[in-house]
T-cell receptor, first 110, second 113 residues
Framework: GENVEQHPSTLSVQEGDSAVIKCTYS??????FPWYKQELGKRPQLIID?????GEKKDQRIAVTLNKTAKHFSLHITETQPEDSAVYFC?????????FGTGTRLQVFP | DSGVTQTPKHLITATGQRVTLRCSPR?????VYWYQQSLDQGLQFLIQ???????AKGNILERFSAQQFPDLHSELNLSSLELGDSALYFC????????????FGPGTRLTVT
């Protein structure tokens, strides 16, 4: 069935460093790949997304890259700040439901 | 604030009971999705409704059911509750089935004792 693998499960970085989270999807028909940030006890918040006809998208300190051939996509956060600390989820979609990865707990130490 | 509302915020109930969770989508959104988030399972898609009709089904148990009403709000009914049903239940909405962005509500935390 449809599956999204996400790595690493935890990531600790120093403030100002970069963080990279990687996801691999199984359904080749997937055409939409969002990233959500979830703080403890709160709702997932959409932070950036990419469609299958685009290879890279950037929004200030956040960028996402997509490799359709390899069926993987990545989230890059540059100049990390303590407020970036949260759980990040990738997801893949084929026009309807989102299939989520298992999440990455990012800790940014000042 | 995403514009999606969910009630109640917290629910504590006993095994074997039945509960109803409510979701109101963002104004103008026709599509509603339900997700379950438990500690060991991550975010799992349950079911999607579009303009009152069931559109897609995920790993939803037979004890669970949902519907979307003419005013587009949706309810998720959970019956014969078990301890393992304790989780955060989120709904999300999007304008239609072809607009991919989904915006999540604040969730309902269900605790089954």
């Amino acid at each position: 069935g449809e599956n999204v693998e996400q790595h690493p499960s935890t990531l600790s970085v120093q403030e100002g460093d970069s963080a990279v989270i990687k996801c691999t999807y199984s359904d080749s028909a997937s055409n939409y790949f969002p990233w959500y940030k979830q703080e403890l006890g709160k709702r997932p918040q959409l932070i950036i997304d990419i469609r299958s006809n685009v290879g890279e998208k950037k929004d200030q300190r956040i960028a996402v890259t997509l490799n359709k051939t390899a069926k993987h996509f990545s989230l890059h956060i540059t100049e990390t700040q303590p407020e970036d600390s949260a759980v990040y989820f990738c997801a893949a979609s084929n026009n309807d439901k989102l299939i989520f990865g298992t999440g990455t707990r990012l800790q940014v130490f000042p | 604030d995403s514009g999606v509302t969910q009630t109640p915020k917290h629910l504590i109930t006993a095994t074997g009971q039945r509960v109803t969770l409510r979701c109101s989508p963002r104004s103008g959104d026709l599509s509603v999705y339900w997700y379950q988030q438990s500690l060991d399972q991550g975010l799992q898609f349950l079911i999607q409704y579009y303009n009152g009709e069931e559109r897609a089904k995920g790993n939803i148990l037979e004890r669970f059911s949902a519907q979307q009403f003419p005013d587009l709000h949706s309810e998720l009914n959970l019956s014969s509750l078990e301890l393992g049903d304790s989780a955060l239940y989120f709904c999300a909405s999007s304008p239609n089935t072809y607009t991919y962005e989904q915006y999540f509500g604040p969730g309902t935390r269900l605790t089954v004792t």
